[in-house]
DNA sequence: ATGAAAGCGCTAACAG
DNA sequence: CTGTTAGCGCTTTCAT
């Protein structure tokens, strides 16, 4: 079914039908009627690849996210998806895998597909990669940090530094100083910035650092867990245990009771993320609240931002969102349960 | 870039320069090399919808699913794009949010970009909704049961009237008699058999159903919460709760925890999935494990051979899939921990 | 082995 | 207000 049998049958030129598709306003009622009316009757709708031929747009976006099975990143997408959906978007997911070679592939695919703008959550890429894509007219936005150096590109992050810091901090204050910390070996640069804040908290006390305690893992369950067996085994164990996500406290606390070691009593342990999980754990874990679900919706909204205007006035622009420290059983604070900043 | 300056610059005609992407064979090796050298040079990648137009092929499938932030969908989710990323193609994942309206609209997006083939995970949509995809000439496959009735629509799935039986059976044999039901409100049709399998096992026993041991709930974590504080509020608490879903578990075990109930020491727990998550939970969870990532395995397989062999002999195929019981302690057994069938 | 040209389905400028 | 027609970029006969 095409433009051609729609135009016969109603009587008209192609010309006009394509009229009451793409300004129906141009064309006379009753014209307009009848033809409408032959369209339903036909069940004609258009060729997507021939309208994108002349358009060269897709009303697609791509978003592109280290690991599908994580949920931390799939509160990002929902936010994303929540946006473009409702702005009669699609979204093409793909999931990196943590692999740059993935990551890149997935890139040349939506390149050549033509998405009109692409969202990259704590990606791999290096800044020639990015350049890339924006030297051909594809915004981009980030969502976290990226590996390479970018300049100019749009991004929403939280302080993952300044969060981490207030964490530790918060562990000391507790009254600990045997503080290990379990980072993920992704997002690089990220966890890099944590593992700043731990230091910067730990130095601020005098509290002299050991290379033991600090353990990188890949940022699974899994990887917690074995990270987690890692610092048990350690002569002196650590009193308490900072993790750059939820899912690397969930293994890892796995791993401590496997061994008989009770949280928060022998160890405490303070995550990131706050996932819905973290809190059904036992003990509910004390976190750090990373607000997921809306640096999706934000950063959506600044990529359709861009595509809309063309992206006219946006230049280099850095939203910073809060992120608060949750307190919940984990640290083993007796008193203070709730929220601080 | 598009081809006619590639062929410009390369001193031949256009249909040589797309002979060399298409037929590279029948091209002379020298004049072969010289454009392979050029559209290094400049770049080039053909145009998307230009190709499209002529080979009406997109090398993407859908893939519906009914909540993107369920971890058991998302592990099909997996198993989907593993196959389909090692096939070259690409995934369009969209997120139903168990709303028909909006599954429709992605459906329907989806055919207008004709992707290759569709994959629909325990979806909303009637028969008829489905007919129209296929009428089209769109192949689709079924994970999990639909809601309408589908005939000669390939499905992968797993028995789950058997599945909860067994597992209903289990703890009737542990010694439990006052047995209740949490399940979802969505997927309608796979929860039906659950409840049926429940009924089943109950009845064979003699034990007499109450009306008030059924509690149907959002399948979420919240949901679960909910139902189980309903459960936990009844004069006569159940003594063992099986669940529709891990997620429902996870939140009704918060609730028993909340109101100083012990599990499984009070009220015992089985669940259904065996996610990721469900043995890092207190107590770990005994439930049904369902063969997730395999079954988006299995069912894109099935999508690729009807897309290959363009639906020659496959008719009516129906897989279905294997699932064990898994006892670890919500169920309160004593001795047995481990797995049966 | 290569080129010329038709055509995939649609949009938009130009004429009327 | 509507029709004619020239592309959009590519593939593929049909000649040569």
Redesign the pocket.
């Given at each position: 079914m095409?433009?051609?049998e729609v135009a016969k049958k109603a009587?008209?030129?192609?010309?006009?039908?394509?009229?009451v598709?793409?300004?129906p306003e141009?064309?006379?009622p009753?014209?307009?009627q009848r033809i409408l009316d032959v369209i339903q009757e036909l069940e004609?709708t258009?060729?997507w690849f021939?309208?994108g031929?002349?358009?060269n747009k897709t009303d697609t976006i791509g978003l592109l996210i280290p690991n599908i099975l994580n949920p931390s990143y799939m509160e990002i997408a929902k936010g994303v998806e929540d946006v473009s959906h409702q702005k009669n978007y699609n979204t093409l997911l793909c999931n990196g895998e943590n692999a740059i070679e993935k990551e890149r592939k997935y890139v040349d695919i939506l390149v050549k597909r033509r998405v009109d703008g692409i969202v990259l959550v704590s990606s791999l890429l290096e800044s020639d990669d990015i350049e890339n894509i924006t030297k051909q007219g594809i915004p981009v936005v980030l969502i976290g940090e990226n590996r390479g150096d970018i300049k100019g590109i749009p991004i929403v992050r939280i302080d993952c530094e300044g969060a981490s810091y207030k964490a530790v901090r918060h562990l000391i204050d507790i009254g600990y100083k045997d503080i290990a910390i379990i980072y993920g070996s992704t997002p690089e640069k990220e966890n890099k910035r944590k593992v700043d804040g731990y230091r910067q908290a730990l130095a601020e006390e005098g509290i002299t650092e050991r290379e033991e305690y600090l353990q990188e893992a890949p940022n699974t369950i899994e990887g917690g867990y074995i990270a987690g067996k890692r610092l048990n085994d350690l002569k002196h164990r650590p009193r308490a245990i900072f993790t750059s996500s939820d899912i690397l406290a969930f293994g890892a606390i796995d791993a401590m009771k496997d061994h008989g070691v009770k949280v928060p009593e022998e160890v405490a342990f303070v995550g990131f993320d706050n996932i819905r999980m973290s809190n059904l754990i036992e003990p509910k874990l004390t976190t750090v609240e990373k607000p997921m679900h809306k640096m999706g919706v934000v950063g959506a909204r600044l990529l359709f931002d861009i595509i809309d205007t063309k992206g006219e006035d946006i230049t280099n622009r850095e939203i910073l969102l809060q992120s608060k420290l949750k307190i919940r059983k984990s640290c083993g604070h007796k008193e203070r349960i709730g929220e601080i900043f």
């Amino acid at each position: 079914m095409n433009i051609k049998e729609v135009a016969k049958k109603a009587g008209v030129s192609v010309a006009t039908v394509s009229r009451v598709l793409n300004h129906p306003e141009s064309v006379a009622p009753d014209t307009k009627q009848r033809i409408l009316d032959v369209i339903q009757e036909l069940e004609y709708t258009p060729n997507w690849f021939a309208r994108g031929l002349n358009f060269n747009k897709t009303d697609t976006i791509g978003l592109l996210i280290p690991n599908i099975l994580n949920p931390s990143y799939m509160e990002i997408a929902k936010g994303v998806e929540d946006v473009s959906h409702q702005k009669n978007y699609n979204t093409l997911l793909c999931n990196g895998e943590n692999a740059i070679e993935k990551e890149r592939k997935y890139v040349d695919i939506l390149v050549k597909r033509r998405v009109d703008g692409i969202v990259l959550v704590s990606s791999l890429l290096e800044s020639d990669d990015i350049e890339n894509i924006t030297k051909q007219g594809i915004p981009v936005v980030l969502i976290g940090e990226n590996r390479g150096d970018i300049k100019g590109i749009p991004i929403v992050r939280i302080d993952c530094e300044g969060a981490s810091y207030k964490a530790v901090r918060h562990l000391i204050d507790i009254g600990y100083k045997d503080i290990a910390i379990i980072y993920g070996s992704t997002p690089e640069k990220e966890n890099k910035r944590k593992v700043d804040g731990y230091r910067q908290a730990l130095a601020e006390e005098g509290i002299t650092e050991r290379e033991e305690y600090l353990q990188e893992a890949p940022n699974t369950i899994e990887g917690g867990y074995i990270a987690g067996k890692r610092l048990n085994d350690l002569k002196h164990r650590p009193r308490a245990i900072f993790t750059s996500s939820d899912i690397l406290a969930f293994g890892a606390i796995d791993a401590m009771k496997d061994h008989g070691v009770k949280v928060p009593e022998e160890v405490a342990f303070v995550g990131f993320d706050n996932i819905r999980m973290s809190n059904l754990i036992e003990p509910k874990l004390t976190t750090v609240e990373k607000p997921m679900h809306k640096m999706g919706v934000v950063g959506a909204r600044l990529l359709f931002d861009i595509i809309d205007t063309k992206g006219e006035d946006i230049t280099n622009r850095e939203i910073l969102l809060q992120s608060k420290l949750k307190i919940r059983k984990s640290c083993g604070h007796k008193e203070r349960i709730g929220e601080i900043f």
